[in-house]
Nanobody
Framework: QVQLVESGGGLVQTGGSLRLSCAASGRTFSGITMGWFRQAPGKEREFVAVISRGGGRTYYADSVKGRFTISRDNAKNTGYLQMNSLKPEDTAVYYC????????????????????WGQGTQVTVSS
């Protein structure tokens, strides 16, 4: 079992920054692949970013590439999503997710590839 708790969401103006955190417990953090997804009202949950267990591999959705940075601190059992140059279309509930299987998932962009989820944190970007 893995428990994930997100924090750091809030209201920010266009062009601003936020850093989301995802605190993990219940299993060795370095043994999980961690992803971030988001869901806007009336839309499906979509992939944002993923980071491998050791942090050596990262992938991003095209919509956030160059603006968001995913990272992790395995010693602190915490993952992060640094979000810069925020836009109104980034407004959503942001979720961190964990894949506890042994290998980095080829389909890291799919919701179905993750077996644990946090409760989400709201990010609102005003225009």
């Amino acid at each position: 079992q893995v428990q994930l708790v997100e924090s750091g969401g809030g209201l920010v103006q266009t062009g601003g920054s936020l850093r989301l955190s995802c605190a993990a417990s219940g299993r060795t953090f370095s043994g999980i692949t961690m992803g971030w997804f988001r869901q806007a009202p009336g839309k499906e949950r979509e992939f944002v970013a993923v980071i491998s267990r050791g942090g050596g591999r990262t992938y991003y959705a095209d919509s956030v590439k160059g603006r968001f940075t995913i990272s992790r601190d395995n010693a602190k059992n915490t993952g992060y999503l640094q979000m810069n140059s925020l836009k109104p279309e980034d407004t959503a509930v942001y979720y961190c997710a964990a894949d506890s299987t042994q290998y980095f998932p080829d389909t890291y962009y799919r919701v179905e590839s993750y077996d644990y989820w946090g409760q989400g944190t709201q990010v609102t970007v005003s225009s």
